[in-house]
């Protein structure tokens, strides 16, 4: 059973950063990309970012290239989401999953923007 387990989140205000990391256990696939997802108050969840596991591929929703980073370390089993120039529209519950949301979701890790 895979268990994802996220932190880092917490109140900051705009323009300020915050660093994520999901730890990874259990049976895992280096075929899945890993990603973070957010979900806002009243909104549906949302693709933020992927990695893959092996050649460190990134992609982001548009919203914000340019502001977060995705990295991972294999050896750890970790995967991290680095948020630069956080706005207000950036508060939600940040969570970690396979790309495909293949695995158990985790309780997740609320990030808080004020303006």
């Known amino acids: 059973q895979v268990q994802l387990v996220e932190s880092g989140g917490g109140l900051v205000q705009a323009g300020g950063s915050l660093r994520l990391s999901c730890a990874t256990s259990?049976?895992?696939?280096?075929?899945?990309?890993m990603a973070w997802f957010r979900q806002a108050p009243g909104k549906e969840r949302e693709f933020v970012a992927a990695?893959?596991?092996?050649?460190?591929?990134?992609h982001y929703v548009d919203s914000v290239k340019g502001r977060f980073t995705i990295s991972r370390d294999n050896a750890k089993n970790t995967v991290y989401l680095q948020m630069n120039s956080l706005k207000p529209e950036d508060t939600a519950v940040y969570y970690c999953?396979?790309?495909?949301?293949?695995?158990?979701w985790g309780q997740g890790t609320q990030v808080t923007v004020s303006s």
């Open positions: 999953n396979a790309r495909t949301g293949t695995y158990p």
């Open positions: 259990g049976r895992t696939s280096v075929s899945y990309a």
């Open positions: 990695i893959t596991w092996s050649a460190g591929i990134t």
